[in-house]
């Protein structure tokens, strides 16, 4: 008994033990990731020459001008309401496309539906450096190149295969007796896809949103090859600017980053709990 009293102490210290270390790795996690961000923040209240003489330590004259300069300098207004134009129509158009594609796949029968689905999910192994140039040439050829319609259609084409991928698991886990009333009760597969299918898939849709959002807001590339005219383009590329003639310009470079990010993080703030709620939820029904 007394052996076991003390196996059970000692099991018990090494509980602990190891508790505290994934709490202290977790701190330390949070610290590298949080500190580089307080960091850029501190740093956009600084003048140019203080940055200079002070890298590190906390602004000693704290000044705002870099913040209204760097949002002239980079016209962002009409990039901030174009990036929120590209992001909200995105995440709409590969939400709703994905789960209607994803309801097909998963719960009605065809012959062509593997092939269908796998050669959306293929898309997963492409990346955008190997699409630029065949995008590029296509938007010229169909006439759509410095058009909305000429971005919105590669970002919610480049969004659809993880939304299907990750609907189409979601989904199957809906049992099929649900779909199969429905049908013998007379809806319609439109009807079964707006009544039952959105409302349990909510869950996969916020996920679906919030992995999509990141990508699409600080998307760069294409956008900058897709359209030429200033007032088509996004935040991302007016933040280039900063790296020209205004590279030694820190002050007004880490005001500019600090806009950027901001509403990344606004978002994260506002939907953490729907974060953690969506992955949780799709873990379990994939």
Same mark, same amino acid.
């Given at each position: ?6 196996? &059970? ?36 209240? &600084? ?140 809806? %319609? ?22 992995? %999509? ?38 002050? &007004? ?19 953490? &709990? ?13």
């Amino acid at each position: 008994m007394i052996g076991t009293a003390g196996e &059970k102490n000692i099991k018990n210290e090494f509980g602990y033990i190891r508790q505290a270390l994934v709490h202290l790795l977790l701190v330390g996690f949070a610290c590298l990731t949080l500190l580089p961000l307080a960091w850029l923040l501190f740093s956009s209240f &600084k003048t140019t020459t203080e940055f200079h003489l002070n890298k590190l330590g906390l602004p000693v004259h704290w000044t705002t001008i870099n913040y209204p300069m760097a949002w002239r300098i980079g016209n962002f207004t009409v990039l901030f309401v174009n990036s929120l134009f590209y992001t909200s129509v995105t995440l709409g158009g590969v939400i709703v496309l994905s789960l209607a594609a994803s309801f097909a796949f998963a719960k009605i029968k065809s012959r062509a539906t593997p092939f269908l689905h796998g050669s959306f999910v293929i898309g997963l192994m492409l990346t955008i450096q190997s699409l630029m140039v065949p995008l590029f040439l296509l938007a010229h050829w169909v006439g759509l190149y410095d058009t909305r319609l000429g971005v919105l259609i590669p970002y919610i084409g480049l969004g659809l295969p993880l939304g299907i991928y990750l609907c189409t698991e979601f989904i199957r886990g809906i049992p099929d007796a649900l779909v199969e009333s429905a049908r013998i009760d007379g809806a %319609s597969y439109l009807g079964i896809f707006t009544t039952i299918i959105v409302p349990m898939a909510r869950p996969v849709a916020t996920t679906l949103a919030i992995l %999509s959002f990141a990508g699409v807001w600080n998307e760069f590339m294409l956008i900058n090859i897709l359209v030429s005219r200033e007032s088509l383009k996004s935040l991302p590329v007016g933040m280039m600017r900063f790296s020209g003639a205004l590279a030694s310009d820190y002050g &007004k470079q880490f005001a500019a980053l600090v806009i950027g990010v901001f509403p990344t993080i606004v978002f994260y703030l506002f939907f953490h &709990k729907k974060i953690t709620q969506g992955v949780f939820a799709g873990a379990v029904k994939g």
